[in-house]
DNA sequence: GGGTGCATGTAATGGGTTACATGATTCT
DNA sequence: AGAATCATGTAACCCATTACATGCACCC
């Protein structure tokens, strides 16, 4: 079996496992460890907290706060481990992932050149953000968690990044040699 | 603005400038052209197709064939070609790719070394074979149409997925190099 | 007889984002 | 005065896949 839904509350479950958080602290959390290639908005983490809660798999806490709002917070139980355990094991199911600039370039043809090059720079921006993002990100996790026995397995998933961005800037590049080709070998031919 | 919804759509009606096909047609090609990045499920092509019909971006023709079913044949309609290529001027929205695998990475500590091994080693296994179709499809693309305008970009894409499966295999070659030294750094510690 | 391919389409279901609704505090 | 942050949650909506429904022809 492969998984296909269930991977929102699997990764509120790993996230939880951390340390005990409110659905707002979660929201946080993602933004700075794996915001890279996940994301969850509060419409999903809210009523997923509540199922995970009804499953026995959370536990909730009230904070009561003067002024602030109450705080919600949940930590996971023990149930809730054995479930992420068995998530992790399952196979991941490889799906096409859509990209949108891939089929604007498939289609490039119809339009000018300029307008290719332009999301081939976009992309490349991106990637070169990125890519110091992923950098700075690893070093400041050594320097904050040296003996995590968890830091590994962060930072394969930071150096992921940095095959993927550092590819896709070598390939951004080789792209707007080729527009540049492409343009040389039109005016060549009128 | 960027593109958010409408792709599939848009990628109905790149598809259609290739040639006027039926809506069975549409699916067969994409696993043959962009299906390395962009799916589409017949619950979206054929009330897709009709709604491009009612807007008049594509002209629908019936085909009646004795014995089989009849074809409906769709070519794009020169508003359509319009539409398109204003969709191609907006700039792509980069938005988070949800990445499973790396997901579970993250988490991995929880799990068995073995366990992860397995998932990279799939994901490995994926991207060699992927590496070998983008080579074979290009090859075969420059056969089949040497002189077509659009082949540069058909090659971009495939490029792409060259520089990407590429990446992803030397990430994953590093990553079993880390799960290993995480497994002796363990049985040294015990 | 049964599977596969051709060919169309709808309905159910799931998964997700965005917008809405509320309201206090703190910073500028 | 107004924006941002803290904090929770629901509802509407969008997009997409899967399952269902139909039916002939061809091959094994």
Same mark, same amino acid.
């Given at each position: 079996m492969k998984t296909k839904g269930g991977s929102t509350p699997n990764a509120l479950l790993g996230l939880l496992t951390l340390r005990p958080m409110s659905g707002y602290d979660?929201?946080?959390l993602i933004s700075q460890s794996i915001g890279h290639f996940?994301?969850?908005s509060f419409g999903q983490i809210y009523p997923g907290l509540k199922q995970l809660a009804a499953?026995?798999? $959370? !536990?909730?806490?009230?904070?009561?706060?003067?002024?602030k709002p109450d705080r919600h917070l949940y930590s996971i139980t023990s149930d809730g481990r054995e479930r992420l355990r068995e998530w992790l094991k399952i196979p991941v199911a490889e799906e096409v992932a859509r990209n949108e600039l891939l +089929?604007? +370039?498939?289609f490039g043809e119809h339009v000018s050149i300029s307008v290719n090059r !332009?999301? $081939?720079?976009?992309?490349?921006?991106?990637?070169?953000r990125s890519l110091k993002v992923?950098?700075?990100t690893a070093k400041q996790l050594q320097i904050?968690? *040296?003996?995590?026995?968890?830091? *590994?397995?962060?930072?394969?998933?930071l150096n992921h990044g940095k095959h993927y961005s550092g590819a896709m +800037?070598?390939?951004?590049?080789e792209t707007l040699a080729e527009l540049d080709a492409i343009e040389s070998k039109g005016k060549r031919r009128r």
């Open positions: 979660i929201r946080q996940w994301s969850e499953e026995g798999l $959370v !536990e909730k806490k009230t904070e009561r706060n003067k002024g +089929l604007k +370039l498939f !332009e999301h $081939v720079t976009a992309n490349m921006e991106f990637h070169q992923y950098t700075a904050d968690h *040296p003996n995590d026995p968890q830091l *590994p397995y962060w930072l394969i998933t +800037l070598k390939w951004c590049k």
